[in-house]
């Protein structure tokens, strides 16, 4: 087989790479390890900045998610029980964000893919990238017990924290930069109704979070220890828990009902640089990794795939390089700037073991401060709904 562009992962990242080249009138081939029902079955993100909702309007998969999504104007943070306060991404910036379900996208994304005759090709295994520092690479694979080969131009590594892309860049050229926290998130889905707002909690029994997918179906959080698996958590003792981190009028307002889904999930930030080597280009989790904490993980795979569209547009439109020249840098200044915000946000609102009465304070002291100063809040709205996406070259 041959092709233009070679996606290795069908997730967020490499369906919206292949759709939006598809706008371009690129070619490609989009190769995914899962079956598409295992990929489909995934439950994640929730929140998607403008510009997120931008590239997805760009390309055309929007119709459901502004037909089902639900636009907000900021998000709400509560802490130790006491008053909460909303940080108002749309007075102080005029943007909203939307909350639409991660796993809604990738339906969407998928149907797009089918209207188009984009070929997706599940199930595959072995795939190895051949010929990245040459001007022929290929990739080559198995599927349904047959081995095969495509040829390409380019390869996009889609492929997530453990897919073959990032490991296919020699060690002596990659830098890895990692952070790992001391606590993970146990998420459920229920079908119940939700808080009217992204509610971040922070209290002295951990972190909680109020989030939702419609108007009847909630997702909620809290921080767990690392060696704690669902098991651990029964319904019974998740809602207690849950209600007891936020305040008192909040937690009345917590409907309980039956978990349809639940999972942990642990922490880190991970940053691998450069995002190109060769014919090769990471995006998304592949490159990257963020605590949920500031609901970026999603919007950065869509901002690395926005980024990779329009350089290989310049490519073939003009076959001017200074795009895919300058992917890596351009994409990794939005890369760190959202791992600094989810970071910060991380840091802000869990309650860390080994944290000292002084490291406690100084968070007390940050929370006082964001709460009182609206320039303290336009600095985290900003981040929050997602910077503008940087001009082309
Ligand atoms: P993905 O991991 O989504 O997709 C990679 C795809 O590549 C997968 O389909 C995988 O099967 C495939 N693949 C892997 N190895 C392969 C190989 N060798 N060959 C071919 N295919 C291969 N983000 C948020 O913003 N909010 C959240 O609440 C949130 N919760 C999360 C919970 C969990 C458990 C995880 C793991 C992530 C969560 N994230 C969250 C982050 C998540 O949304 C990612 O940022 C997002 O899925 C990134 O999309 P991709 O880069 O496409 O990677
Ligand atoms: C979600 O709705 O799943 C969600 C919302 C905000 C976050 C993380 C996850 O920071």
């Known amino acids: 087989m041959r092709t233009q562009v070679v996606i290795i992962g069908s997730g967020p990242a490499g369906l919206m790479l292949s759709q939006l080249l598809h706008t371009h009138g690129i070619e490609s081939i989009v190769l995914e390890r899962q079956s598409r029902d295992h990929v489909l079955s995934r439950i994640r993100a929730g929140v998607l900045e403008s510009t997120t909702v931008d ?86 694979f198995v599927q349904q017990g047959e081995a095969r080969r495509i040829d390409c131009e380019f390869v996009a590594g889609c492929d997530g924290f453990h897919g073959v892309s990032r490991k296919s860049i020699p060690a002596s050229v990659l830098k890895e930069y990692e952070k790992v926290y001391p606590f993970g998130w146990l998420g459920i889905m229920a079908r119940v109704k939700p808080l009217p707002d992204v509610t971040y909690a922070n209290h002295p029994r951990g972190f909680a ?25 029964p319904d019974e003792r998740f809602w207690p828990e849950l209600k007891a981190r936020f305040p008192a009028e909040m937690a009345e307002a917590i409907t309980e009902g039956p978990s349809i889904e639940k999972s942990i999930a642990p922490l880190r930030s991970f940053v691998a640089e450069p995002m190109r080597f060769g014919k090769l280009y990471l995006c998304g989790d592949a490159a990257h990794i963020v605590p949920p904490t500031g609901a970026k993980g999603l919007n950065l795979a869509a901002s690395d795939v926005f980024y990779l569209s329009r350089a290989l547009a310049g490519w073939y439109a003009r076959r001017d390089a200074a795009g895919l020249d300058r992917y ?62 940087e001009p082309e070259a």
């Open 55 to 140: 590239v997805l309007r760009q390309m055309g998969v929007s119709e459901r998610m502004d037909r089902e999504g639900h636009p907000h104007d900021g998000m709400r943070i509560a802490w130790a029980g006491r008053d909460t306060f909303f940080v108002d991404t749309y007075k102080t910036l005029g943007r909203r964000f939307m909350v639409y379900g991660q796993t809604s996208i990738q339906e969407d994304l998928f149907a797009a893919a089918d209207r188009r005759g984009q070929p997706v090709l599940c199930e595959a295994s072995d795939i190895v990238l051949h010929g990245l520092e040459s001007d022929t690479p290929h990739v080559t």
């Open 209 to 233: 979070l109020a989030s939702y997918r419609t108007t009847s179906l909630s997702r909620f959080y809290i921080q767990v220890p690392l060696d704690h698996s669902v098991e651990d958590w």
């Open 328 to 389: 890596s840098e351009m994409a990794l200044r939005r890369v760190w700037s959202s791992v600094r915000t989810s970071w910060y946000l991380t840091t802000l609102l869990h309650r860390f073991p080994h944290f000292s009465d002084f490291d406690q304070k100084a968070q007390e002291v940050e929370l006082d401060y964001l709460k009182s100063s609206t320039y303290a809040q336009a600095a985290l709205a900003e981040q929050y709904a997602g910077l503008p996406f």
